[in-house]
């Protein structure tokens, strides 16, 4: 793939491989859509993928379960994959690649050196810091050496998934590798952040065609996150919301009002703090997702979800207290060491301070003797 | 036959302030009892549609409502701390000066330790707030903002109006809507318990001092000796 001479364009690619135009139109109309965008920009896309040469693309695979590439080759719509693991030449992937070995090696850094400055870097997966980032080596090299010589020619570089993100379950306390997400190893690229574990399929396959159609990167919120897939909660998007706003629960998995399909807050759904696309575009070619399937949500695209309490109740764990411990539990405890207090401080006063209630009294009941009658 | 002591009538307590310490009060007892429903929900079973009920709904706006009432007051209250008497002024809430420290020492020592007092001296009493309630007062202003700031974070992605999403920056500095949430309850629990100290202080002086400290909430006026006033008119 990296041999290429001339880079073809994402349509002649798609042609190439058995497409027909229809499905290209069917394909590009299904991004924007997607992307949240109106009917004009359906024309821009098609245009960008007609003439635009194919974006070659490096991607890495650090500490992760590569649940990412799996979510991606899922996606709804057969180009989705296609144009993300065949169509943008993808030049380098361990999962995927028919290359092994030193020629694997090879084709990177032949990718790196002839399309210096303008490659996509997609990770996947956080990087271990402790121990010399020993604890993920690909190679002979450390994921740390990888990464930082990928990404010194990269225009962009896109963080797949949670690991690279947030860093997931690896980087939950104690963190005993010290994985790392990259974000904090980029300083002066381009950065996506696209959380979920995994993301939606869709969502990533919206983002590489936002780069390629539009030639830059969607528009990010504070958090680096592309704003059309994560500027919403799941609860916001939730169909069971109406539940919520009407005080329906489900208190257990198999109560009755499980089976009614209520509202899952109570045995521990994540929806109202997350942001993603899930309510919307949904799973598995938009069949169902985790809410739907009677299973709360579990808040995967957040930061450090692992460490924020058990995944079956509302309240989260207060750090530094243990993990049974909560807001409420504590805040009971010190409120009665306070009652316990003031009752002790209110006798101890009543004592210590007691000639000088006495003498107030005392004189008090004096003027009340001398009150002038009328 | 002993003395009473001789006390005048001070007006502490400017109306501003009566009505931000009462707007303040209700809000936050409206805002933690609709914050307890919200985190935990009660268990109501139901026969009713999804459409015949919206009880979460209402609480939620109820809390939303008081918080703007709790967030009104709170600037109401910033504008008196610079218009308002010598009480309610913000240089009257600072306690890092000598005369701070001195006061602070004075009421630990007296009336927290409850250690009897040799030579009582008319100054120590404090007309206003004493330097250990402005303490106080500062740590409740500033867990106050940790909940106007985490509390209109979490709202401003739901608000249509420009107020809130000011505070959109918020949750994703904190580190998510998970951190934001946890500070908006622990806040609330510091709030809880400043208030159960001070409502029992409030109580304490006024019971055993007997100068009106509950009252003055209510008429602005405490009673003060008269050794502390001047009086050159009469």
Not at chain 1, 123 to 146: F, L, M, R, W
Not at chain 1, 218 to 243: G, I, T, W
Not at chain 2, 35 to 42: D, E, M, Q, R, Y
Not at chain 2, 134 to 141: E, G, P, Q, R
């Amino acid at each position: 793939m990296a041999t290429q001479k001339k880079r073809d364009t994402y349509l002649q690619a798609i042609i190439k491989q058995g497409y027909s135009r229809r499905d290209f139109m069917k394909f590009t109309t299904y991004m924007a859509a997607y992307m949240g965008l109106q009917n004009s920009a359906i024309g821009q896309i098609t245009e960008a993928l007609e003439t635009t040469p194919r974006l070659p693309v490096i991607w890495e695979h650090y500490q992760e379960c590569t649940c990412c590439s799996e979510s991606f080759i899922r996606s709804d719509h057969p180009i989705v994959a296609d144009i993300i693991l065949d169509k943008i030449s993808l030049d380098y992937t361990e999962t995927l690649m028919a290359a092994a070995g030193e020629q694997a090696e090879a084709a990177k850094h032949d990718t790196m050196k002839k399309y210096h400055g303008e490659y996509i870097l997609c990770v996947e997966g956080s990087i271990p810091t402790k121990d010399d980032g020993n604890y993920c080596c690909i190679a002979g090299k450390t994921a740390i050496q990888h990464f930082k010589e990928a990404a010194e020619g990269a225009k962009a570089i896109i963080a797949w998934g949670s690991c690279a993100s947030n860093g997931c379950v690896q980087s939950a306390a104690p963190n005993p590798t010290g994985a790392t997400p990259i974000h904090k190893f980029v300083h002066n690229k381009p950065l996506i952040r696209v959380p979920g574990c995994p993301p939606i399929g869709e969502v990533m396959a919206g983002v590489i065609v936002h780069v390629v159609a539009f030639g830059k990167l969607p528009e990010l919120d504070r958090m680096n996150r592309p704003k059309a897939f994560y500027a919403k909660r799941v609860h916001d998007s939730c169909y069971r919301r109406a539940y919520y706003d009407a005080g329906l629960f489900a208190e257990n998995f198999d109560d009755e009002n499980a089976k009614k399909g209520y509202c899952l807050y109570k045995v521990g759904c994540k929806g109202p703090m997350t942001y993603n696309s899930c309510g919307t575009i949904k799973w598995n070619n938009g069949v169902s997702y985790p809410i739907q399937s009677g299973h709360g949500c579990i808040g995967c695209s957040e930061d450090d979800f692992w460490d924020n309490g058990p995944l079956y109740e509302r309240l989260t764990a207060l750090p530094g207290f243990g993990i049974e411990s909560t807001a409420d539990s504590v805040g009971k405890a010190v409120a009665g060491a306070l009652a316990v207090g003031i009752g002790v401080h209110a006798i101890a006063g009543t004592i210590a301070k007691r000639k000088d209630v006495k003498r107030r009294v005392t004189k008090g009941q004096e003027n009340e003797e001398h009150l002038k009658d009328e | 036959m002993a003395h009473t002591k001789n006390y005048k009538r001070v007006y502490v307590w400017q109306l501003p302030v009566r009505i931000f310490h009462w707007a303040n009060a209700l809000s936050i007892v409206v805002l933690s009892i609709t914050g307890f429903l919200i985190s935990n929900p009660p268990a109501f079973m139901s026969n009713a549609e999804a459409f015949d009920t919206f009880w979460m709904g209402q609480v939620r706006a109820i809390h939303f409502i008081a918080a703007y009432v709790f967030f009104g007051a709170m600037i109401l209250r910033i504008y008196w701390a610079f218009a308002g008497n010598k009480f309610a002024h913000w240089k009257a809430f600072w306690p890092f000066s000598k005369k701070g420290i001195k006061n602070i020492i004075h009421v630990l020592k007296h009336d927290i330790f409850l250690l009897p007092e040799k030579n009582p001296n008319i100054n120590d009493i404090s007309i206003g707030h004493n330097y250990m309630a402005t303490t106080a007062y500062i740590l409740m202003f500033l867990f106050g903002l940790i909940m106007v700031f985490t509390g209109f974070g979490l709202y401003s992605d739901n608000a249509t109006w420009w107020l809130p999403k000011l505070f959109a920056w918020v949750p994703s500095f904190v580190g998510g809507d998970f951190n934001a949430r946890m500070l908006h309850h622990v806040s609330m629990w510091f709030i809880i318990f400043i208030i159960i100290i001070h409502v029992y202080l409030v109580l304490y002086h006024d019971w055993l001092e007997g100068r009106g400290e509950a009252s003055s909430m209510f008429s602005g006026f405490k009673f003060v000796r008269k050794e502390r006033v001047d009086e050159n008119d009469e």
